[in-house]
T-cell receptor, first 108, second 113 residues
């Protein structure tokens, strides 16, 4: 299974763009890259998924370089409600592994 | 649609007791799974199923049993509860394949004393 590495925590202010980078050097050819968000006392919520290049939805953008050994989740103009833990996952879709994630704290 | 429904939301068990955590989804998802999350940690996969009658073990299956008799339901059984099983349990479901995200339930907080 591909292992991911992401920062333990990040701080930001309201209105700023936040970029969270995830390293996955051993990603397999057919692995997708998926990001989830988790608020305290809730189950994770799917944010975005991609295979290569750039994917954008109403919540975030996901940038994946050509070698696919890393990916960057971009959250535009964060608000206090974006304070959460963000998980980067790669690997077998049937048995995805959640690491410790990145704890994002957004300040006023 | 209700999505993924987990019951109960909270449970306290004594060591050695058994119980079943319920998970039901109404989205006709073939895939369902159970994760546990200990304080300050990520989620660890216990068991998963890619369809009725098919189950497989995840990272931490010991002490837990599952079965999948219908597409909608995926109960998790604790055979003989231990304090080490104190955790928050999340059920997830999705369509099968690489390009679908999981939908999670709101969790069951289990304390074993």
């Amino acid at each position: 299974l591909a292992k991911t590495t992401q920062p333990i925590s990040m701080d930001s202010y309201e209105g700023q763009e936040v970029n969270i980078t995830c390293s996955h050097n051993n990603i397999a050819t057919n692995d997708y890259i998926t990001w989830y968000q988790q608020f305290p006392s809730q189950g994770p919520r799917f944010i975005i998924q991609g295979y290569k290049t750039k994917v954008t939805n109403e919540v975030a953008s996901l940038f994946i370089p050509a070698d696919r050994k890393s990916s960057t989740l971009s959250l535009p103009r964060v608000s206090l409600s974006d304070t959460a833990v963000y998980y980067c996952l790669v690997g077998d879709w049937r048995a995805l592994t959640f690491g410790s994630g990145t704890r994002l704290q957004v300040q006023p | 649609n209700a999505g993924v429904t987990q019951t109960p939301k909270f449970q306290v068990l004594k060591t050695g007791q058994s119980m079943t955590l319920q998970c039901a989804q109404d989205m006709n998802h073939e895939y369902m799974s159970w994760y546990r999350q200990d304080p300050g940690m990520g989620l660890r996969l216990i068991h998963y199923s890619v369809g009725a009658g098919i189950t497989d073990q995840g990272e931490v299956p010991n002490g837990y049993n599952v079965s999948r008799s219908t597409t909608e339901d995926f109960p998790l059984r604790l055979l003989s509860a231990a304090p080490s099983q104190t955790s928050v349990y999340f059920c997830a479901s999705s369509f099968t394949g690489d390009n679908y995200g999981y939908t999670f339930g709101s969790g069951t907080r289990l304390t074993v004393v």
